[in-house]
């Protein structure tokens, strides 16, 4: 488990993973943190964020595991077109301090 950045430069833009889990089946978990007071809403812009992400983490690990984004939010989110195409689990700090 890490955080994960590129900086970026003239050729490549930057990018920010809050959370990487290498998990032993072969996959990856990555996680994006967001605060707000509501539940949070993936736009068409942020859903570009996020696979711009994923493809900068994959090009610069060469990994060929799967990769899974999942957020992390107060209230979770909105479960709009851009979230469902993308985030493969949503957890909410209910999900992380309540057992």
């Avoid at 970026?8 to 007071?37: P, Q, W």
């Avoid at 090009?59 to 979770?76: C, D, H, S, V």
């Amino acid at each position: 488990t890490s955080v994960w950045h590129r900086k970026g430069n003239d050729e490549t833009k930057g990018a920010e993973i809050d959370l990487v889990i290498d998990r032993k089946d072969h996959v990856i978990s990555l996680f994006e943190i967001k605060f707000s007071n509501a539940p949070y809403s993936i736009t068409k812009s942020y859903d570009l964020v996020l696979r711009n992400k994923m493809g900068a983490f994959r090009e610069e690990t060469k990994t060929r595991k799967a990769l899974f984004m999942n957020m992390i939010t107060p209230f979770g989110l909105v479960q709009n077109e851009y979230a469902r195409s993308i985030v493969q689990h949503e957890f909410t700090l209910n999900d992380l301090f309540t057992g």
